[in-house]
């Protein structure tokens, strides 16, 4: 499974609780789509997942910037994703990013509001924020590789730390490769 959390703003843990908790430290891979917030955060993300592939945020603290990129591709069972915080040119570019990264999916945070668009050329998933949802539902995401005929495809679904899924959706690998 590969889960995709974003927005923690915290000083020193995690904040991982309920199903997020549960979920980041049974996934194949983990993505955080930025703004940890401070060193320890980030450190205490690493000995919870078993992968752990991050971006830094526009609220991350040097400590972190030193550590990781502001945008990086990451795939997963055949899915590509370019993932970033934020793209000040909005949905866009975050698209543009997404195309010159050859991505099937673009995964962004700094909103706090948790959604999934494929409206446009390429799917957005926004994880939103585990622990300061800022007057949003708390979320994170939760994607696995789908039982479907024709392969490269992820089923997802939008999970709050009770474990209730709010939204599901499918993305589809192999865009233009």
Do not use: W
């Not at 904040?15 to 940890?36: N, P, S, Y």
């Not at 998933?125 to 800022?134: F, V, Y």
């Amino acid at each position: 499974m590969l889960v995709v959390v974003a927005d923690t703003h915290a000083r020193e843990e995690s904040k991982l609780q309920g199903r997020t908790a549960e979920a980041v430290r049974g996934a194949d891979l983990v993505i955080h789509a930025g703004d940890f917030y401070r060193g320890p955060v980030f450190d205490a993300f690493l000995s919870a997942a078993a992968d752990l592939r991050a971006v830094y945020g526009n609220n991350d603290d040097a400590a972190i910037r030193d550590r990781v990129p502001e945008v990086r591709t990451v795939e997963y069972a055949g899915v590509r994703f370019a993932v970033t915080h934020r793209h000040r040119s909005g949905d866009t570019g975050l698209t543009m990013l997404g195309r010159g990264r050859d991505a099937d999916a673009v995964i962004c945070g700094h909103s706090h509001r948790p959604r999934f668009d494929d409206a446009g050329e390429l799917p957005i998933l926004n994880p939103g924020s585990h622990a300061q949802p800022r007057g949003n539902r708390p979320a994170h995401a939760e994607l696995t590789p789908s039982d479907g005929e024709t392969g490269n495809e992820l089923d997802g679904r939008l999970v709050t730390p009770e474990g209730e899924t709010f939204e599901t959706f499918r993305i589809a690998g192999g865009a233009g490769r």
